[in-house]
Nanobody
Framework: QVQLVESGGGLVQAGGSLRLSCAAS????????MGWLRQGPGKEREFVAA????????YYADSVKGRFAISRDNARNTLYLQMNSLKAEDTAVYYC?????????????????WGQGTQVAVSS
């Protein structure tokens, strides 16, 4: 069974930083594109970032480009999201997910397996 467990969320002030982690099991981790997606209060779930199976290519939503960095450690089956220069509009539940079997990394419907989510709250 595929299991994705996020951690690292919390309350931070605007301008601060936070690093999210996602521990994966039940899949050949280094065979899949992985992504981070989020859902803010009163908003639809949206794409945040994705990374190729090897970690050699990364993709970002325009809203986070230059502030967030996605990475992965395939030896540890772990996905990360480093978030810097946080803004109030980044407040959301953040989910890690696996793209399977195919589809655009920018579309939430391309991700078949999701974690439980971790709450990020940014205060001004």
């Amino acid at each position: 069974q595929v299991q994705l467990v996020e951690s690292g969320g919390g309350l931070v002030q605007a301008g601060g930083s936070l690093r999210l982690s996602c521990a994966a099991s039940g899949l050949t981790f280094d065979s899949f594109v992985m992504g981070w997606l989020r859902q803010g209060p009163g908003k639809e779930r949206e794409f945040v970032a994705a990374i190729s199976s090897s970690g050699g290519a990364s993709y970002y939503a325009d809203s986070v480009k230059g502030r967030f960095a996605i990475s992965r450690d395939n030896a540890r089956n772990t996905l990360y999201l480093q978030m810097n220069s946080l803004k109030a509009e980044d407040t959301a539940v953040y989910y890690c997910a696996v793209r399977y079997p195919s589809g655009s990394v920018f579309r939430t419907g391309s991700y078949s397996h999701w974690g439980q989510g971790t709450q990020v709250a940014v205060s001004s």
